[in-house]
């Protein structure tokens, strides 16, 4: 099979596309042909340094989410999973395939009238976006300040707050995802590049009671000075290279929440059927900003940091 390959940490040059041994799956696994492959921004992260939660050396392919149809059971698995098309983590690595081979416990099956890339777009997106929603605790009326909200995560989170009855409020990068922002009909909608985008914040609201900060480092501090007592503020990325440096008692002080959201397994898998239901339903809308070959793995990480995408990125692999 083919595969991106992944043999020493660097720029995104060093994904390069090459033949790997066609797994076979053992006892309690199943082999799924791989149709699209999730991209995140923490991939682009471990390829140039090895930081992220996964702890591995190359060689190695990378990748933690697929979507695709299941092609064979290994001994102890029940053969009617074979032709199903699921949605699948990999355990860290081997995403970047044309087949990978899992844990029977990690597949799940995509909803009937789901197309299978946006099961694969809010696979581990909407995961992410339904539990920071639940570990909110948002109220109609609540103030939400949406960091990165032009990402895969962002672009989620907003439907969730606005269904909750939440004003959102989105802040984006650059003036083409600020229009991207309004023309889904977000109407307070601010450029985290313009250096008073928190007095723009702060005329249209008045301050915020949630933020959702994708990005970290010194935006985060901006954001969570428009939290006012009582205001709550969750991490869920560090698009910036870092994570918030919010001191516990700072945020004390100000009785600002900082929360950091944990799931077990059977947790995250609810949060993901939760999110895949809510898609097929039509009350959850993905955005697939850019998809690219696997052969044009290296392009799209390029894109990626860059900060040149949108919503989610996928691999088309067949």
């Given at each position: 099979m083919r595969a991106v390959w992944l043999r020493e940490f660097g720029g995104p040059e060093v994904l390069v596309v090459g033949p790997a041994p066609d797994p076979v799956p053992g006892p309690g696994q199943v082999l799924i042909e791989v149709a699209h492959a999730n991209l995140t921004f923490v991939e682009t992260m471990f390829r140039a340094t090895g930081f992220g939660p996964f702890r591995a050396a190359p060689p190695l392919i990378p990748g933690n989410g697929v979507g695709g149809v299941v092609a064979a059971v290994g001994p102890g698995v029940d053969p009617g999973l074979v032709g199903r098309w699921v949605v699948s983590a990999t355990g860290g690595s081997g995403g970047y395939a044309e087949r990978v081979v899992v844990d029977r416990e990690l597949p799940i099956e995509v909803p009937a009238g789901l197309p299978l890339d946006?099961?694969?777009?809010?696979?581990?997106?909407?995961?992410?976006?339904?539990?920071?929603?639940?570990?909110?605790?948002?109220?109609?009326?609540?103030?939400?300040?949406?960091?990165?909200?032009?990402?895969?995560?962002?672009?989620?989170?907003?439907?969730?707050?606005?269904?909750?009855?939440?004003?959102?409020?989105?802040?984006?990068?650059?003036?083409?995802?600020?229009?991207?922002?309004?023309?889904?009909?977000?109407?307070?909608?601010?450029?985290?590049?313009?250096?008073?985008?928190?007095?723009?914040?702060?005329?249209?609201?008045?301050?915020?009671?949630?933020?959702?900060?994708?990005?970290?480092?010194?935006?985060?501090r901006d954001a969570f000075d428009l939290l006012g007592a009582g205001g709550r503020m969750l991490s869920f990325g560090l698009a910036s290279g870092a994570w918030a440096d919010l001191p516990a008692e700072l945020a004390a002080a100000r009785g600002v929440s900082l929360i950091r959201p944990t799931a077990d397994p059977a947790a995250l898998r609810a949060f993901t059927e939760r999110a895949l239901a809510e898609t097929a339903a039509g009350r959850l809308r993905p955005l697939i900003g850019q998809r690219f070959p696997l052969a044009g793995a290296a392009e799209a990480h390029a894109a990626m940091e860059s900060r040149a995408t949108v919503g989610k990125t996928l691999l088309d692999v067949h």
């Open positions: 946006e099961a694969v777009a809010v696979f581990a997106d909407g995961r992410t976006a339904a539990m920071l929603v639940d570990a909110a605790r948002l109220r109609p009326g609540d103030r939400v300040l949406i960091e990165a909200a032009a990402g895969g995560v962002g672009i989620l989170l907003a439907q969730l707050a606005a269904a909750a009855g939440a004003r959102v409020v989105a802040a984006a990068g650059g003036t083409r995802k600020v229009a991207l922002l309004r023309e889904r009909g977000l109407d307070v909608v601010v450029d985290y590049r313009q250096p008073d985008w928190t007095d723009r914040v702060r005329a249209a609201t008045g301050g915020v009671d949630v933020v959702f900060d994708g990005v970290g480092g010194p935006l985060a």
